[in-house]
């Protein structure tokens, strides 16, 4: 009995050492995993991105010559009222490329460059109401877009992953922006005065006889982040936030169109709160 236990017992680790044995063996002839996305982020890069964008522009109507204050604000030739100012809201999509070089310096750290183009659609209307002359619906319409735009920045990453950038940037911004302002009105006459008449400024039925627009290149500066993930060795996706800041608002006389008389035009003097707006972008990076 002894010894057929003895002989069991043998067999048993036997068994146990072959088995051993053979899973280490084929733990070692196992293929390996899958590598991680090369951390090399240093180089030459080009890309696409579309977002979206938005601000809250002001625009303040301020009389240009006493007949515009007079029937306006001091409450003569009529009783009118002080324009008040119009507040809306701006958004639209946008797209563009961008190119860029990154340089890591270590592990954890990068440093580079990244300039950008996008076409954009952020634009809106905003509308106020007030008593001019003896019309008490009478209201400017001024619209505001930002056609395109453009920023020159530097960048700082962290790489907490090799396959994972964290960065934040700063730099210049440019950009198109184009303003159009227009009186709706009923006014025919302002008390004898024949400054401006909107039934007729545009001919029969016309209301829009004050008008102006203005559109310019103006420069700022751009600050945010954003992070980017290596789905490949050369190509990654990236997200991004920036805050643009392209300087003072256009201020633009607003002139009545005049249709008959000697009497010079009446104005106003639309005037455009600051070029802010931000975005939220989305795009692809390939690296050569």
């Known amino acids: 009995m002894k010894r057929q236990i003895a002989i069991a017992a043998a067999a048993a680790v036997a068994a146990l050492l072959y088995t051993s044995a053979f899973a280490a063996d084929m733990a070692t002839k196992a293929p390996p995993s899958p590598s991680a ?24 109507f301020t009389p240009g010559d006493p007949l515009a204050n007079g029937v306006t604000c001091t409450g003569g030739l009529g009783g009118g009222a002080c324009p008040p100012s119009a507040s809306f809201n701006l958004n639209g999509g946008l797209g563009g490329f961008q190119i860029g070089y990154n340089r890591q310096i270590n592990q954890n750290w990068l440093v580079g460059a990244e300039a950008d183009f996008d076409w954009s659609t952020i634009k809106g209307t905003g509308t106020d109401s007030f ?14 877009n930002v056609k395109w735009f453009g920023t020159v920045r530097a960048r700082v990453g962290f790489l907490p992953l090799n396959n994972v950038l964290l960065y934040g940037t700063a730099g210049l911004a440019y950009g198109r922006v184009d303003t ?12 004898g005065v024949t400054s401006f008449n909107c039934t007729f400024a545009g001919g029969p039925g ?5 008008v102006g627009n203005s559109s310019r290149t103006q420069a700022g500066f751009a600050v945010g982040g954003g992070g980017e993930y290596l789905l490949w060795h050369n190509v990654s996706l ?6 643009v800041d392209l300087g003072d608002g256009a201020k633009t006389n607003v002139v009545a169109r005049v249709p008959f008389g000697p009497t010079p035009p009446t104005s106003f003097i639309a005037g455009y709160s600051s070029v802010i707006f931000q975005t939220v972008r989305a795009g692809l990076n390939w690296k050569f």
């Open 206 to 210: 016309a209301r829009n006889c004050f």
């Open 131 to 144: 008593r001019l002359v003896f019309d008490p619906s009478s209201s400017f319409v001024a619209s505001e």
């Open 180 to 191: 159009n302002v227009g009186l709706n009105s009923t006014v025919t006459e302002a008390n």
């Open 238 to 243: 990236k997200a991004e936030y920036l805050y």
């Open 37 to 60: 996305p090369s951390s090399d982020w240093t180089g030459l890069y080009v890309g696409a991105n579309g977002g979206w964008g938005g601000k809250d522009p002001t625009v303040t």
